[in-house]
């Protein structure tokens, strides 16, 4: 993928941010209006899909590094993981933290408990894997044009 | 907090946390990677078992996800179950310990068998969801779960059979099971979608009390058995199995071998369970007693002419899952006369259920058995091994224990629940036991090639450089060994104490239904 022209260029620097905005808001709502943890999670990830349109390729898999998004993919499964098994007392995935609407009214935890939580992490999972998804794919680009290929090996040291 | 109660969670838990955990802890070196794989695997081996005792000793365990306290299926006088709902009893229990063993044993002999490939972070967690989805399909109660479980499966599968990507025939293996299995699931779909819109529930114990014979249930019977015959690969749909076995690492080879059980499973819960006395007549149990005779029949044909060691072992896998549609198809045409199911039905399904015990014990080993050949040779086809057996005595010794039970010679194991199905099925017709004598002596003749040629004879000068496999794998087909051979020593112990209270719960359909249902409907 070539770069685009400078107003392209410079509608993606400014413009890309708020996707991040608007994904991240449509994941911290996620329990009470539409959307959630998968659907923020996909708008946040857009982000690397604006940069690979507008800048190109090749800088953006110069800039990008793989581990980063590894680290929200690893953060996001454990959270989820460790706040099912929180409620183990009583059952797994039990939500040890909901609380009936009359007392959590006004609270900075929403009475919905767990639920928030769970969509948090899993908006993590999914920014990161899909974020990943979309460079693996750019990747598979470059390797019908016959760019500057890694080598297919097998995992053989 | 009892722990009993929360044991169909940590079935799930441990293999899960496995699996998340896996890409953090892999970067901190060998050891701990192999702490993770080895350790895991055997707590949920330790789960599974406790998990049948429980089960055994206290009747079928009822666990609602995240519900006010694990039994509560019907809260507040509702008519249908809510929320995500497992349901095990004695058959899942027991399928689960079979599928637990295989992945303990796939796990100690992956740890040195992987060694020197990279990406073992990834490897570890696609077989920690492996074995999730595997254990997921067994002990659920409910059927979109069901798929969701499939689901998971295949994709770890399709993962972990292209791991070696550099091979084009692991890549074409892992392709046509990718189209195989996302056809068969999104036909599961339809038929989970159509019961669901018709009544209003996804729970297969509700569905169990509340189906009706009707045109629109003979279809979905139609799309689940034929997806789930294809997923656990009998005759006219198995072109995919050999390829996938062959081609994965042994280690999942050995653990794929164990995750077609939970297809077979399925096929035999949703027949059973949620069908039950609606099968509606002989159709059905016929068309699975066909698709037996053919898998036996024709799986041991195509594996007589092979060659590479672990595609033959591939079409016996076909020829074995026939053994146990046989059985348990049998069993399933006398569900509703009580004398048949008496003289001869219960013994047929005590056969298959056996059958399929014993089949996941001495097909992983053989895959495992393979694999080490391979591990210390770096060769798979039989025409170029020989003389293996001064080499690698160990290895040698398991696979003649497991190609022995395979073959149905006495006293192993695989004789005694071959021996269940013959004579229970020639109560049906004599031509049912012949087929299955006939595909038993073949499958002898074909392992008597393997060893032959793979460990005996004059050692080959190639070979003078071969040793024995490390510890790991050594232990790890020593864990199949144990099973095969307790099953071989204590056949009456293993029947009267793990197949047949599993024989007594898939019978049982009123007692599936009012584990969830409370007392029945």
Known sequence: MNPLSVVVRTVCDLFAWFMIVFGVNVLLHGYVTPGGGFQGGAIIATFIAFLLVAYGGRRVASRVNDRLFDLFEEVGLLVFFILAFLGLPVTFFFNFLAKPLAESAGGFIPGVGTVALMSVAVGLEVTGALSLIILTMHRGIRMFRGEDLEPETGHDR | ?521
Request: aromatic letters at 12%; one cysteine or more.
């Open chain 2, 1 to 521: 907090m009892n722990w009993n109660a929360h044991l169909p969670a940590l079935l799930l838990a441990v293999p899960l946390f496995g699996a998340f955990a896996s890409p953090v802890l892999s970067p901190f070196g060998r050891t701990t990677r192999n702490a993770l794989l080895a350790g895991l695997s055997f707590v949920t081996l330790l789960v599974s078992l406790l998990l049948m005792k429980s089960v055994l000793a206290g009747g079928t365990a009822v666990y609602v996800m995240g519900g006010e306290s694990t039994g509560l299926a019907l809260p507040l006088g509702m008519k249908l179950p809510i929320r995500i709902i497992m349901e095990v009893d004695a058959f899942s229990a027991f399928m689960a310990v079979c599928g637990t063993v295989a992945s303990f044993a796939g796990a100690l002999f992956s740890m040195n068998y992987m060694d020197k490939f990279t990406a073992l972070g990834r490897f570890v967690s696609l077989y920690f969801l492996l074995t999730l989805g595997m254990l997921g399909m067994m002990i659920t109660g409910d059927i979109f779960n069901f798929f969701v479980f499939l689901e998971i499966a295949s994709i770890a599968s399709i993962g972990l059979i292209a791991f070696w990507r550099d091979r084009p025939e692991a890549v074409e293996a892992s392709f046509k099971y990718m189209l195989i299995s996302q056809v068969s699931s999104m036909v599961f779909l339809i038929a989970a979608g159509a019961l669901y819109g018709k009544y209003n529930a996804l729970n297969m114990a509700a569905i169990g009390g509340l189906i009706k014979p009707g045109t629109m249930e003979k279809l979905a019977l139609v799309f689940l058995v034929g997806t789930l015959a294809m997923k656990c690969g009998a005759f006219p749909l198995h072109m995919w199995l050999p390829d996938a076995y062959a081609e994965a690492p042994s280690g999942v080879s050995c653990l794929l071998v164990a995750v077609s059980q939970a297809s077979l499973y399925g096929l035999m819960r949703v027949c059973f369970s949620l069908y039950g006395v609606n099968l509606g007549g002989a159709f059905i149990p016929w068309v699975i007693i066909s698709m037996g005779l053919a898998s036996m029949f024709f799986g041991v044909t195509m594996a007589v002419v092979q060659h590479e060691i672990k595609r033959l072992i591939g079409y016996h896998s076909v020829s074995q899952v026939g053994y146990m549609l046989l059985g348990l198809g049998v069993g399933m045409l006398v569900l509703t006369d009580a004398r048949g199911m008496a003289e001869y039905g219960f013994t047929a399904i005590k056969g298959g259920m056996f059958h399929i015990f014993n089949y996941t014990m001495y097909k992983a080993l053989l895959f495992l058995a393979a694999g080490a050949v391979y591990y210390a040779t770096g060769k798979r086809d039989l025409n170029e091994l020989g003389g293996l057996a001064r080499r690698m005595p160990f290895t040698t010794g398991m696979f003649v224990i497991a190609a022995a039970a395979i073959s149905g010679l006495p006293p192993f194991n695989g004789f005694v629940s071959k021996l269940l199905i013959y004579e229970s099925v020639f109560a049906v017709h004599p031509a049912l036991a012949v087929v299955a004598l006939v595909t038993s002596v073949l499958t002898l003749a074909s392992f008597v090639k393997v060893f032959q040629t793979a460990f005996l004879g004059p050692e080959k000068s190639s070979f003078t450089a071969v040793r024995e496999v490390p510890a790991g794998m050594l232990f790890g087909m020593g864990v199949l060994t144990v099973a095969v051979l307790v099953a071989t020593l204590f056949p009456s112990w293993t029947i009267s104490n793990l197949v047949e209270p599993a024989a007594k719960a898939l019978v049982d359909q009123a007692g599936y239904i009012g584990a969830v249902m409370g007392g029945g409907l």
